[in-house]
């Protein structure tokens, strides 16, 4: 038996050491030099690595899946079977598929349920596609359990999607948790509290806190898989998008404080930030600054006005935060102001970095003089009523935007737009990301100018 494994990383080791101690004639490939296991044989490409092989492994992350296939397919020979263990959506499975060309009818999704650090290539597995049997049959005779479903690339992928939405979220809660007890000077108390809700007690508190801080790249890609097939079912991934975002997080480092998070924000624009976001999030045109290139960003507290009222912004005041954002649902009423330069003078005082307004503001001049950034409907001499009622730190709609307390808010001369805190570094990431290919584009697109 000749089994190749494209990529050589922990779970691609594991499995090569695994099938070479059964005797097989292993070959491995990994752009990456690292140290290969007892018994495999290492290949200068993926192209040499399949030759001849009888069953491929692929373990290059779901970001390569793909193109690692496409590059493979003309090499496998007729009887090889190619099976896809990478992490990845559905789709992104029937997309490897696909790539196969020919070689599809023998390919398989295989999920990993389970970790293959833990349990090694004895790992149990869900194999779905054409040749989910031939890879049952294989990794059998590792000791691996594998429930070959049938069906398409994807099936496999999907239920172990469904796994995600518990596992990974389990996994998540347990690192904040550790962090929040070790903020409190109590990780004792807390690590304790855990353990004893878990089956395994310490040992798989160890192993979820460490493996998911170690992973969480990875894991982030799965939770925000996950996310998407819950939305796809009809389900609100309210938890799975804050366990996703949760993850972003961890694989940024050490774990950064909301201002930390709302300082990256302030070097992206809102532009940015709606592509990387689906145009999600966007205050209407119609809530304009009132000074021109003014820029914000804050979090959000959240203030509910009857139309002409502002007893509410009045009671925020009193309870804002330095580095708050005053967000205002005032109904979209032009023909009274909300606020004008006393309470933006107040708001200074007490750190607010900006308000927030659907509805009418006044003192425009001074407004602009102050530098106390400002969006606002429209401007009006008529000054307010203070009778109520009002909510401060309710959910409010704001040009059409819902805003909870604690969003976070950017807004720049091209408008305003608020981010979940459980959607920000994921958001983050695709804004940055998006910049990155603006700035590609427009280097090719001044060179094509100076032919």
């Known amino acids: 038996m000749r089994i190749a494994v494209l990529g050589l990383g922990e779970a691609g080791s594991i499995y090569a050491a695994g099938f070479a101690a059964t005797g097989a004639a292993v070959t491995g490939y990994d752009p990456v030099a690292a140290p290969l296991p007892e018994g495999v044989t290492r290949a200068a490409s993926a192209a040499e690595a399949v030759r001849g092989a009888d069953l491929v492994l692929s373990l290059v992350t779901a970001a390569h899946a793909v193109e690692v296939a496409a590059e493979a397919a003309p090499h496998l020979a007729e009887t090889a079977v190619f099976a896809d263990l990478n992490a990845a959506s559905p789709e992104r499975k029937a997309e490897v598929a696909a790539a196969l060309g020919d070689a599809r009818h023998r390919c398989a999704d295989v999920a990993v349920i389970g970790s293959v650090p833990r349990f090694g290539p004895r790992t149990a597995l869900l194999a779905s596609g054409p040749a989910a049997g031939d890879v049952a049959e294989l990794f059998g005779t590792l000791g691996a359990e594998v429930d070959a479903i049938g069906g398409a690339p994807g099936d496999a992928s999907r239920r172990k999607i469904l796994r995600t939405v518990f596992m990974k979220g389990l996994g998540a809660v347990i690192t904040e948790a550790m962090d929040a007890g070790a903020a409190a000077g109590e990780t004792s108390w807390v690590r304790a509290q855990i353990a004893g809700e878990l089956v395994g007690g310490e040992a798989a508190l160890d192993r979820l806190d460490r493996g998911t801080r170690k992973h969480a790249l990875r894991r982030a890609h799965e939770s925000e898989a996950a996310a998407d097939l819950l939305r796809s079912l009809g389900v609100a991934p309210v938890v799975t998008a804050a366990v996703g975002s949760r993850h972003r997080a961890l694989s940024a480092g050490p774990a950064r404080s909301a ?10 624009p809102t532009a940015a930030i709606g592509d990387a976001w689906d145009r999600l999030g966007f205050v209407g045109p119609r809530v304009r600054p009132m000074c021109p290139d003014a820029h914000l960003v804050g979090r959000a507290l959240t203030v509910l006005c009857r139309p002409g009222d502002n007893k509410g912004i009045h009671e925020a005041l009193a309870l804002a935060r330095p580095g708050d954002v005053l967000v205002v649902d005032g109904g979209g009423d032009p023909s009274r102001a909300l606020i004008g330069e006393l309470i933006a003078q107040r708001a200074i005082n007490r750190g607010v970095r ?24 429209g401007v009006s001499p008529a000054g307010p009523y203070k009778a109520g009622p009002c909510r401060v730190g309710t959910d409010v709609a704001v040009g059409g935007a819902v805003v909870h307390r604690g969003d976070i808010v950017v807004a720049d001369s091209d408008g305003v737009i608020v981010v979940p805190p459980a959607e920000a570094e994921r958001v983050l990431a695709g804004a940055r990301a998006v910049l990155d290919d603006e700035a590609d584009r427009y280097r090719k697109i001044l060179g094509e100018r100076a032919c």
């Open 354 to 377: 900006g308000v927030i307004i659907d509805g009418a503001v006044r003192d425009a001049r001074a407004l602009r003089e102050s530098g106390f950034p400002v969006w606002a409907v």
């Open 259 to 268: 201002d930390e998070l709302i300082a990256d924000y302030a070097q992206i």
